[in-house]
């Protein structure tokens, strides 16, 4: 045992693998005595947060415990699911081959397109293609769907799930016949024709498995539907016609009703009531409130209304939970660890809102004085125009080198050749590189950034190959003004800040708790050892 917190005991296998795992920017920059105690104090702090929000009464507050059960509920939920409502579902082989077949998942289809913009031109093509033009030709001609116009509109192998997400008709898929082309498709605000060539069988073993999850969970949401409804006749659930009426008068005042809205007794108001509890009000409320439709006044104008919401995101849960209560699932040690855990990171997140996110708070003064003491994070990046020629291979790209030096090729001319970054050229060859280069085509834009004006450069490995480039023009890194990165200068503070008011707390409840911490030295070198800790080192500075 290295430390202990109360009757929590903190040992050498828990610290050393703690340490282990903990990402290199986080760790101790020597390998001294004080990176231990550096080490073990991020171990205890996390215990320390546990005693203090015990001791601020949150474990017990009512907007943790409000989080916690419907965590816990949700929870609950998928227990049952898998412990008691599995078994009732069966699958069968043949359940899997029926759907196989049934919903045309055995077969592939060769498919080719044109994609259109306008409807008029979309009859106008068909009427040419039903007068004998060829299908390619007008693909090529007219599609707006670049990848497969040079290929007279070939878009390649589907099965029926991938054709109706190109917005092909299942009837379409299954029927038309090989050669013939469609009638005029809508596909959203376009429109497209299509044609079919030769199939090809898709073996079941491929698709096996993801037909029997799926029939799998469409047969567990049947047998969860059928268990609450035996539930709701098994626990006598009612709808108290009072609750309902506060849910309206209230309605007339707040579109959204909200639990703040409520007095503590109408809070506790029965809007449901079944053989050992009750949904309250406020209960109802607060789980309605999370869904974005409530925000029209959902959920609370009648009876009907109320009864369509609750069946729909509260009852279910609630009765699960009182099945699985009854049965004793709520009991068992694996879920009890799950509570508590899930208890102590909901209040120390609470306490930590209180106590770092609430009181650390920059105004716009405090994010200008950082923006002008930090100027440099506030650089744009550079911009660059450039020609560019990318290679597969280093060995075409060494010999294009040598053609250029001979004479015998201009890097504009091979821009123009080489296709392989085309979607990211001008008409005329040239590339911009800014910001998203610098985040997609890192290795690329490091070395343009290194790049002399006009001069030839490479060949270059980047992320797709072997690039040879010459930069043409670049605009150099200028400081923002504070007025478009104040948003950026304040969150950039406001981390700043909270990390050192964290660092600084936790060293207040170190001694605030000393008298409850107790540490073993000799313990703590042998979990953490001068080798160790050397090796951490030197991971570090690689």
Same mark, same amino acid.
């Given at each position: ?15 050393? *693998? ?18 231990? /105690? ?35 509920? $949700? ?104 050669? =013939? ?5 809508? /596909? ?35 047998? $969860? ?115 508590? *855990? ?65 004479? $015998?090729?201009?890097? *504009?001319?091979?821009? =123009? ?6 979607? /990211? ?71 700043? =800040? ?45």
């Amino acid at each position: 045992m290295v430390a202990r917190v109360d009757s929590t005991e903190i040992f050498a296998a828990e610290l050393h *693998a703690f340490v282990e795992q903990m990402p290199a920017g986080l760790r101790a920059r020597t390998s001294n005595e004080g990176a231990r /105690m550096s080490y073990l104090r991020s171990l205890l702090a996390k215990h320390l947060l546990e005693l203090e929000a015990r001791a601020q009464g949150l474990d017990i507050s009512f907007e943790v415990q409000a989080d916690l059960m419907a965590r816990w509920r $949700e929870h609950i939920l998928k227990v049952y699911r898998n412990e008691v409502l599995a078994s009732q579902v069966q699958i069968s082989e043949a359940d899997i081959r029926a759907y196989f077949t049934q919903k045309g998942l055995d077969r592939r289809r060769q498919v080719a397109g044109i994609l259109l913009d306008e409807e008029a031109l979309a009859h106008e093509i068909h009427a040419r293609l039903a007068a004998g033009e060829d299908f390619a030709e007008l693909a090529e001609q007219y599609t707006i769907d670049e990848r497969s116009a040079t290929q007279g509109g070939l878009l390649g192998f589907v099965d029926l799930e991938r054709a109706q997400r190109l917005r092909i008709p299942a009837a379409v898929f299954r029927e038309l016949q090989a050669g =013939q082309f469609s009638p005029v498709l809508p /596909m959203g605000k376009r429109y497209q024709i299509v044609r079919f060539f030769q199939d090809q069988p898709v073996p079941f073993a491929e698709r096996r498995q993801q037909i029997y999850d799926l029939l799998y969970e469409r047969e567990l949401v049947v047998a $969860e539907q059928r268990e609450i409804r035996h539930l709701e006749r098994k626990l006598k659930l009612q709808l108290v016609s009072e609750g309902v009426k506060l849910l309206q008068d209230k309605a007339e005042l707040y579109t959204r009703v909200r639990r703040s809205h409520l007095s503590a007794a109408e809070s506790a108001q029965p809007l449901f009531t079944y053989r050992g509890g009750s949904v309250t009000l406020g209960d109802y409320v607060d789980i309605l409130g999370r869904d974005l439709r409530s925000l029209s006044g959902w959920g609370v104008q009648d009876g009907e209304e109320v009864v369509a919401a609750a069946g729909e995101l509260v009852l279910g849960q609630w009765l699960i939970f009182e099945a699985a209560r009854r049965a004793a699932i709520t009991d068992g040690r694996n879920q009890q660890r799950w509570l508590e *855990a899930n208890r102590k990171e909901l209040m120390i997140k609470k306490l930590r809102k209180l106590e770092i996110i609430d009181k650390v708070q920059p105004d716009r003064e405090d994010a200008r004085d950082f923006y002008e003491d930090n100027e440099k994070l506030f650089q744009t990046n550079g911009e660059y125009i450039l020609v560019e020629v990318l290679l597969e291979t280093e060995v075409e790209a060494v010999e294009l080198r040598r053609q250029i030096a001979r004479g $015998e090729q201009t890097l *504009a001319s091979l821009a =123009q050749q080489y296709p392989l970054r085309a979607e /990211m050229r001008d008409e005329v060859g040239m590339m911009h590189m800014g910001d998203y280069e610098r985040l997609t085509l890192p290795r690329l834009y490091k070395a343009v950034q290194e790049a002399e004006l006009n001069a030839i450069v490479g060949p270059v490995e980047v992320e797709d190959g072997f690039s040879l480039f010459k930069v043409l023009d670049r605009e150099e890194r200028k400081v923002q003004p504070f007025s478009e990165v104040e948003s950026k200068a304040r969150a950039l503070l406001r981390g700043q =800040q909270r990390e050192q008011r964290f660092e600084e707390w936790i060293d207040s409840l170190m001694d605030k708790y000393d008298d409850r911490i107790a540490i073993s030295e000799r313990a703590l070198a042998a979990a953490l050892p001068d080798t160790f800790l050397q090796r951490l080192t030197r991971d570090g500075q690689e």
